[in-house]
């Protein structure tokens, strides 16, 4: 009885929970500091809204993730970071759980290595653990894989369309690259469908799934962009890049390294995950036609169609979740196995423990630049309240953030003349500001900085006027 397949997938089961459990805490300790560029614009958008309503007719901006900026509305500007990272921390615990989940589907050493997998990728940890809705949108992409994967399995009563529509339109509400998942799940889907029935079936299985969350995802794009189509209101950026081949390599390439451990670039990595995928095959892995759209097709489709802004790992998030899954169920494949396969599982879990913990250490050490130190060093010369010169906008959100979780009464002005204080802010590693720097006239010294190394952040110098 203790080596059944069912005992066996309890003890599965208690070692997801554990794993989960783990995450959540590692998640805990990265929402630490004040809230990065970002999350501090979102959180500022979602203030300036006033009301619920506000967020969908008010902001029309690309950093306006809707349901996660409700929470930042709810939650209040100076609210501590923690709770206004909650969702995200909750979500990527909560994926943690399905992730394992759909490995379980395959064995319970798959479901457990899958877990751990989740729990540990820097790029999970740095997305689940930050006032963003990357990780709320991979829960319920996630949620909708593995409904579709039962699905495909013949299992009676697992046909639900509309729980997938709700993942497609909670998912796109969240943050609307789940338009990639959702084409992906669809695809697969199709793919399967055609192999095992022919593509005039496969298409009509497919409608009658697919049809309702297909639905549900435009109503959620027309929702997003509403305001901007009706007229009223123009759809606007934070930034606007050309689509060059460099920064879509680069992104790529850091959403694989930070995803399975490997914060390094180098072209190994995308001919690592080409070479994964091709040799998955031969280990009996399942949903190769997934693996296949969300790791090959999906980024080479955004590189034809030139997408806008293509330097941001973070858009490519479908391609380190598809990855992780596969990886999952490759490893507890070979960990399965005997001799020289369970070594290479072995080597490649320990590789991914080590890089992921070096990376998530240094998430928790540098807090994404955190601004927190440079209004405690304004508090500390000036308690009651002082005037700060941000150079760029893209500091704004920072320091009024910041200044509102410690209740601080801090002005900022971003023109002359000098004010006796002076925020500089970087983006980029490596770019913290000289000692001394001369604006308005004025001589400044730096009194504290910050520098961010990982896969979100912002680097920064607080200087004082020296009279």
Known sequence: MQNSPAAAEHRALVWIAIIALAGLSLRIQAAAGALWLDEAWSAVFAHDAETPLGIFTRINHDNNHHLNSLWLQWVGLGAPPLVARALSVLSGTAAIVVAGSIGLRRSPAAGVVTALLFALSPALVTLGSEARG????????????WLVDRWLDGRPKTDHPIAIAAC???GALFQLTMVFAACAIVGWAFLVLCYRQGPRVALSRTARLFG????????A???VFGPALSGRAEFTYGAYQPFTLLQ?????????GF???VPITTLLLPAGALAVLILAGALGTSRLALYWIAIVAFPLSLAMLRMMNPGHPRYYLLIGLALLLLMGEGLAALIRARGWRRLAAAAALTTFAAGSAWANLDLIETRRGDPGPAIRAMAARAPGGTTVLVERESGIALVVVAAAEQAYPLRYATACPARP???IDRYGAGSRGPPRVTRCGAAYRAIAAAESHGFSGQNWTLYERVD
Do not use: D
Not at 134 to 145: D, E, S, W
């Open 134 to 145: 990357y990780v709320p949108m991979m829960l319920a992409a996630l949620i909708a894989i």
């Open 168 to 170: 497609f339109y909670v």
């Open 212 to 219: 309702p969350g297909l639905a549900a995802l435009a109503a």
């Open 221 to 223: 794009v027309l929702l």
């Open 248 to 256: 879509f390599w680069n992104a790529v390439v850091r959403m694989l």
């Open 259 to 261: 995803a399975i451990g």
């Open 421 to 423: 204080y002076l925020f």
